[in-house]
Every structure is written in C-alpha cells, then in structure tokens.
DNA sequence: CTAAATGCAAACTATTTGCAACGAT
DNA sequence: ATCGTTGCAAATAGTTTGCATTTAG
C-alpha cells in the first residue's frame, strides 16, 4: 500500500462509493497536487485486482468505483441517478441453482426516481 | 424500422446475445458492404431506447448488444467469458421490499469457468 | 540495491457528433 | 418537400501504455 493507494481507498470508503476515476483524481489532487490520472487508474485497477474495491461498469457513464461491502444498486432509467440499497443476499439461493464456486454478483435494479416520475406525470 | 436496424435486430436476436457494436458491425457488412460502424452505434442506440435489445455494460469490454427477454449472466472473473442463465425473476421479491414501479434489473453473477478453474489448480 | 510506484506524454479503444447527401414517404 | 437515415470524417471520452525518474523497503 502506497500513501495514494492509500488515501484512494480512504477516499472512496468515505464517499457515497459511486465515484468515477475523474472525480476521485479531483479530489486527491487537493491534497496531493502533483498526482496524475493515469497513477489514479493504475492505482484503481491494483486495489480491484486485490478486491479491496469493485468496479462499477454502467451504461452511458464512466466507471465508477465502489465500496467492497455486499449491497445492491438501484439506477434512475432516465437520469442515471445510482443510490445503494440492500436487497438480502441471494447467493444461497444462487449456489442452490448453479451449484458452489460463486464469488460474487452484481445486481442492478432500474426504475423511474421520484424526480423523473414527476416529470413524466 | 429501416433496414439496417431490422438486420440489427435479427442478427442480436440469432445470437447468442453478447455481440459487441464491432462484430454486429462485421456481420452486417456481409449482407451491407456500404454500411459504417456509426450507423450501427446509432441503430443499436435506438434499439436501446425503444427497449428492443439491452446494453450491457461489462468492465474491461466493450459495451454488448443483448436479447430483451429475461435472462442473467454468468461472467467469468478470470476470462469474461459470458454465459446466461436464468435465474427465477426476482422481480416480486424485489417490489416487496422496494415498492411498485421497477422497471428491469440485471443481475451478473461471477464465477471462475471450469477452464480458469482447471488451470489455477 | 532493487523493485515497485509515479509523472508525463502519447497511444489507443470505444463511441458520438456534425454535416452533406440520400431515400422514403 | 420534408424528415429521418446514412456515410464519412473528425472529435471526444475514458483509459492504458512506455519510459525515464523517483521513492521506499
């Protein structure tokens, strides 16, 4: 761990955990003034690769980098707007139908936000 | 429906559902010699929107051109390679705890594959 | 002393956009 | 005649890479 290993991953588990790599670039260059994107990425993909972070691909939008802690994501169809929720854990059920040997799963729920509800209306 | 996004359309539909933009692009050529890759974007776009096919958004890939009807996927963590399963439709269950008004939801499983499993022994 | 991490610039991949020409109503 | 679709080229966004330099064990 290096100190912006570090201090990207502090950065991340203090966050809401939806942040891309540009915004979390931002935010450590405030401390850090001299680091670079590309240390950013190359220190992003290093704590994927140890688990220690997920990787969150969608649709339209940059990745964005997530607490490790189990929860599920609830996506706005519309604007894009991403908030946690915790579904119960369904890996049980998942090891019952396809057997052992599951290390994880992604589950992403669309719907309209309240605000876009209210648009449409 | 023109004739492009018609051929789009089947072409996703015939597969095995996971075709990125460059290889639907390829195959069309086949049947369209003239045709460009940012026709094919534009079509898969609009395919999206009207909620004909699904992207899907994997990290470390390009963006893959799916089959609406319901399924999961089972991803490799090692190799990517994908496969569907399908997996009971959690929807109830989801609106139980979350209300009314889920649209959709994707849920990708990981896994290693028989083959990455084979080799890290 | 060595190996890993960093800064920098350039490369690269996937995707989108602007615009002129085309085609089907 | 009009409006959406296409081809083309260029632009953009996000991310990765190569390499010389620095840093830490």
Partial sequence: MT???KQILELINQ???HMTAEQLFLELKKKEPKV???TVYNNLNTLCQKG???KLSLA???DRYDKIHRHDHLICKKCGTLSDITFRDITGDLEK???EGIISYDLNIYYLCPKCREKSE
Avoid: H
């Fill in 3 to 5: 100190k912006y290993s």
């Fill in 15 to 17: 966050s809401d955990g």
């Fill in 36 to 38: 670079v994107q590309a």
């Fill in 52 to 54: 220690m972070i997920r």
């Fill in 60 to 62: 339209g939008s940059p």
């Fill in 97 to 99: 139908q396809l057997g």
